[in-house]
């Protein structure tokens, strides 16, 4: 029951801290964005914190161990997508003042339809990214504890849905900051033991990969989901009574809920349509998915969607509104960078080691639990039980940050953006949401993790990641070029993968384009949007709207400026100061200017 | 734990805070004639410098792959026992994205320096800015006068 100690002081630090945050709760702003009050540090470990979802902490390795070295790109992807948020979009975003990203679309646009849009985007890419969170919360309660799968999956959306709705994002951002530095922990002290713990033999083992073809022990192997084997002759297995008995070779359907235990050296059953681990190709550094023969293209493919989906990523870019100006927002993405490279460090060493010492999890599909299955293997004796419940607990933090943010986002986007309202209704829509993503994660059990958050991360590429830029950086763009390329992008990405999950078999290049689809869909949604901006006229308000947000915050203030000399120095004719603002906001400004 | 704390507003502020929110026509998004030329030179020193970041960060993300395509015999290199091709996506590209990271965050921040006041001393930081913890109730607009 040590795995239970280690997940309920998790839990219970979450619920504490985020009613922390409960006191200090009056408005919509003080709700979604902290009322813009977090420090650089501060927020860009709550940025880490919260990016860190279990896609990474066990995802990542579970690749390794699945499809080889070449996954270590994705958190190249994952890093290198805060630098171009860096370079384009960090501090300008931050300066239009907006909330969300749908306030800022109205904001730089005036379009309430590209507004509109765009909380359905948020909900598309929230339900993507949350379902596998919730999914794998299910999942590893129940490997490590034998609870049932809807346990965890309950349990995480309880907890996430109680800080959020009390706190919000003031206890999300602490939380999420204290969630990073406790999943550092969990995540390099195991590794560092891991390695020292395995010993010589398994260590060079592990740098040279060989193909999983034999048991090396008695294995057991609980199909949680069903598969399909091919069974080899002479695969033997351990009976309840102890004694061994054949299985019949060719094709067999394993019902749900089986437990088999596999002998000492009898050979691996292969699974339709997986490549077994350390297999030929599995030691190249590149991503050639399926074997189609195009490694440089599924390689390129993965880091578009990931660096590309980082900078549109609507609860990312929800954490850089916390800031209290532009600068800030880019120190935290720089410093983003440094927190998330130390972190990417290790999931390697998890990979290889699990390659070695949990190959049969590909049997199962479920290699995303590699990372907490392997300190059992390590060593059965309390030290590899603490170890498990070390990593439990970091898993469980990783998804509780991420479910956090993107949970806030949902919300955010049902009740600031598509029905606009008050403090009581955003609280109301955090528990609502937090329901409908339980209940869709209920049957999602056999979905790939890392599949679901990568068609997240694609769907933010294409939609997001152009509106931003262009928005950003090109005066001529139009609400309905906008609405015309979110839309495109939208629809080609999600048509691409309907037609990976239902439609034909295809191979060669298409193949990996279907499933991958960022390469095409990511510079169709940016054309779309500069040849219908082209055709139409943007406003006349357009490049002040623009430039407007590449102005430094700490500037005089106008106000501040008439008392004093320079006036001379300024068109007052053409100022619009003055007529914007209400008598009483003129009178306190004048005041603080004195 | 020190005492309980409660809200301080009128109790009409609060109903306010609750009520479903009014959303008034939308309106564009000024500027001030006075500051258009700063705020044009802000986006185009802001381009510049995206752009030449962008373009390292890209020689980084799809040279790496390429290089490692067109090389396959790093596989086989070993250092330390580990094959070279390994370490090469690991411990190439996340020190190189941490320093291209902050010499973007220097330039940006030198840039944005530079062109709103000219006078100040090269390399003085006024670290008032970034600051958060200076707490409530100091209004952001106080931190340039």
């Not at chain 1, 419940?389 to 919300?411: E, I, K, P, R």
Request: with cysteine.
């Amino acid at each position: 029951m040590i795995v239970a100690l280690a997940v309920a002081p998790v839990v219970l630090v979450t619920m504490l801290i985020g009613l922390r945050g409960v006191a200090a709760m009056r408005t919509t702003s003080d709700f979604l964005v902290a009322s813009r009050r977090v420090s650089p540090l501060l927020n860009s470990a709550a940025v880490s914190g919260e990016y860190l979802s279990a896609a990474s902490f066990l995802g990542v390795a579970g690749l390794v161990v699945k499809d080889g070295i070449g996954s270590l790109w994705y958190p190249v992807g994952f890093t290198a997508g805060y630098i171009a948020m860096l370079a384009l979009v960090a501090a300008p975003m931050r300066r239009s003042g907006a909330l969300t990203v749908p306030d800022f679309a109205e904001a730089r646009l005036g379009s309430a339809t590209l507004r509109r849009l765009a909380a359905v985007v948020v909900l598309v890419i929230g339900v993507l990214y949350l379902v596998p969170q919730f999914r794998t919360a299910g999942l590893v309660l129940s490997v490590v504890t034998e609870t049932p799968y809807w346990v965890g999956v309950v349990l995480a959306g309880g907890v996430v849905s109680a800080t959020l709705a009390l706190g919000g994002m003031r206890a999300a951002t602490y939380v999420q900051a204290f969630q990073f530095v406790f999943k550092l922990m969990m995540f390099i002290v195991p590794a560092m033991w891991l390695l020292i713990q395995a010993g010589p033999d398994v260590r060079t083992e592990a740098t040279q990969p060989t193909e999983f073809t034999h048991f090396r022990d008695d294995t057991t192997v609980s199909f949680r989901v069903g598969a399909t084997l091919d069974v080899p002759t002479g695969v033997e297995v351990v009976g309840r009574d102890g004694g061994l008995r054949e299985l019949e070779p060719g094709p067999w359907e394993v019902p749900p809920g089986t437990t088999v235990t596999f002998a000492d050296g009898t050979p691996v059953p292969e699974v339709r349509g997986e490549a077994v681990p350390g297999a030929d190709g599995w030691e190249r550094p590149l991503l050639d998915f399926d074997d189609e023969g195009y490694p440089l293209l599924g390689t390129w493919a993965v880091l578009i969607a990931t660096m590309l989906g980082t900078m549109g990523l609507p609860h990312v870019i929800m954490r850089f509104h916390t800031s209290p100006d532009g600068r800030a927002a880019r120190r935290t993405a720089a410093f983003t960078v440094a927190l998330l490279s130390v972190f990417y460090l290790f999931p390697g060493i998890y990979g290889v080691l699990g390659r070695v010492l949990v190959p049969h999890l590909y049997l199962t599909g479920a290699t995303d639990s590699a990372v907490v299955a392997l300190p059992a293997q390590v060593d059965d004796g309390t030290a590899g039980t603490v170890f498990t419940g070390l990593l439990t607990a970091g898993a469980f933090a990783a998804f509780l940050a991420t479910s956090l943010g993107l949970l806030l986002v949902v919300s955010g986007a049902i009740s600031h953006d598509l029905v606009p309202g008050g403090l009581r209704q955003l609280r109301l829509a955090v528990v609502g949401a937090a329901a409908v993503i339980v209940l869709l994660a209920l049957p999602a059990a056999a979905f790939d993790a890392g599949t679901l958050v990568t068609w997240g991360f694609t769907v933010a590429a294409s939609t997001f990641c152009p509106l931003l830029v262009l928005g950003i950086w090109w005066r001529r763009l139009t609400a309905v070029g906008a609405i015309t390329g979110v839309a495109a992008g939208l629809v080609s990405t999600i048509g691409s993968f309907l037609v990976n999950v239902g439609g034909p078999d295809l191979d060669g290049w298409v193949a990996i384009l279907v499933a991958q689809p960022a390469p095409w869909t990511v510079p169709l949604a940016f054309l779309t949007m500069i040849v219908v901006s082209r055709l139409g006229r943007p406003a006349p308000w357009a490049t002040a709207a623009m430039l407007r947000l590449h102005l430094h915050e700490h500037r005089l203030s106008p106000f501040v400026s008439r008392t004093q000399s320079d006036g001379a120095a300024r068109d007052l004719g053409h100022s619009s100061w003055p007529a914007r603002r209400s008598s009483a906001v003129r009178r306190i400004t004048r005041r603080l200017g004195r | 734990m020190t005492g309980r704390r409660v809200a301080v507003t009128s109790p009409q502020t609060r109903l306010a805070h609750a009520r479903r929110r009014y959303r008034g026509p939308w309106r564009p998004t000024t500027l001030d004639p006075a500051e258009m030329p700063r705020a044009i030179a802000l986006y185009r020193a802001g381009r510049r410098r995206a752009i030449a970041a962008l373009a390292a960060l890209g020689a980084l993300i799809f040279g790496l792959p390429f290089a490692l395509s067109l090389w396959p015999a790093l596989d086989d290199m070993r250092v330390a026992g580990v094959p070279v091709s390994w370490a090469a996506i690991v411990l190439v590209p996340f020190p190189a994205m941490v320093a291209m990271a902050f010499w973007q965050l220097r330039r940006a921040e030198r840039a944005e320096r530079d062109l709103l006041d000219p006078e100040a001393p090269a390399g003085s930081d006024d670290g008032g800015h970034g600051d958060p913890s200076a707490g409530p109730g100091q209004p952001a607009r106080e931190g340039a006068s």
